[in-house]
């Protein structure tokens, strides 16, 4: 097996991102929640996932936005970044291009009225439905919450049951408490 020099791999995987040859870049970032697989386009962040199968992430990547997936990891600094002060404290909303993909209109309109939630503050499925222009879609916005392709920087952890109570995330309850407790959330 003939193994490519470090140096080299590293040159290639900055000339390929350069020169704009690649769909999609990532990485695997190290976080208070555990590890978060970062993935961006051209177009903006288009991926965030909890405890991140790489292989089964980059073959999901690949189907949605296109074969040339690549691990860059300088490419997803400044998202890096920006999630970095967002756990320190220092960073309320996020400054992030956001690409997302094929998504049906409503999905789209649901993860926009879902950007507007404040940090530190809480909505229901039923009220984010309403937001979205249907009120009686509540169920149809909680499977979009457990889909939702970028966590934390589209806040579904800001989302709660009718009755205030932590229901369903797709990176677990326990991360949803704490991703709501570093916002000191009413819950």
Do not use: Q, W
Not at 56 to 83: K, M, N, Y
């Amino acid at each position: 097996m003939n193994v490519v020099p470090e140096a080299l791999d590293h040159r290639f995987r900055e000339a390929a991102a350069a020169l704009g040859l690649l769909d999609v870049l990532y990485d695997v970032a190290d976080t208070p929640v555990g590890p978060l697989l970062l993935a961006i386009t051209e177009r903006g962040l288009c991926r965030i996932s909890f405890d991140p199968e790489p292989e089964r992430e980059t073959e999901s990547l690949a189907r949605e936005f296109g074969v040339r997936v690549l691990r860059e990891p300088r490419s997803v600094d400044p998202v890096r970044r920006e999630l970095d002060e967002y756990f320190e404290g220092r960073r309320r909303s996020f400054d992030l291009e956001i690409d997302l993909g094929p998504r049906s209109a409503f999905t789209r309109l649901v993860l926009d009225e879902l950007a507007r939630v404040p940090y530190g503050d809480v909505t229901t499925y039923g009220s984010l439905a309403a937001r979205a222009g249907n009120p009686r879609a509540a169920r149809a916005v909680g499977t979009i919450m457990n889909r939702n392709p970028i966590p934390i920087v589209l806040p579904c952890h800001r989302v709660v049951g009718s009755t205030g109570n932590l229901v369903g995330y797709g990176g677990g309850l326990h991360r949803k408490r704490l991703l709501l407790d570093l916002e000191e959330a009413p819950v």
